[in-house]
């Protein structure tokens, strides 16, 4: 009888005392509650999550089949989309041939410089691009026309 109070007053208190003198101690937060979850109630927690986990994945499943079966299609759409573009869109140079008559925005773009540039920026690149196609050198004597033709062409423009 002794020992049954000893024990409620020591579990009470967080600790006791064993019959071999030795010193346990126990804690109130790794104690056994008495409103602890029973096994059912842990069981049901558990299916229910299993479920849930179940109808995602078969969710998951179900879009990706819909993806694949609208995959094909839309692939070909946008491979005829994309052949339909214009490549010259995505490309920092200037693609086509020399108009019959030199525009302005055509010199400017021959010499590499903007419509608007002084004219001591007209003959330094001018004489950039020549040394580098002149005839004499191996270079085209068309393209020298051409890159003459936007020097001059641009040397008129700014003296109006």
Known sequence: MRRTS???MATSAG???????????????????ANSRSDAEID????GTLIA???????AGF????????????????????????????????????????SKREASLVLGISPVSTKAKVREAHRRIMVLNHPDKGGSPYLAAKINEA??????????
């Open 151 to 160: 020097k001059d062409l641009l040397e008129k423009e700014i003296r109006r």
């Open 15 to 33: 600790s006791f005392s064993t019959m071999d003198g030795g010193e346990m101690m126990r804690y109130a937060e790794y104690s056994t509650k």
């Open 6 to 8: 000893l024990t409620n």
């Open 63 to 102: 879009a990706g089949r819909y993806a694949f079966q609208l995959w094909k299609p839309l692939g070909q759409m946008f491979t005829e989309t994309v052949r339909k573009m214009p490549t010259s869109a995505f490309s920092s140079y200037y693609k086509g041939g020399f108009e019959q008559k030199m």
């Open 44 to 47: 049901r927690r558990l299916g």
């Open 53 to 59: 986990v179940g109808l995602g994945v078969a969710a």
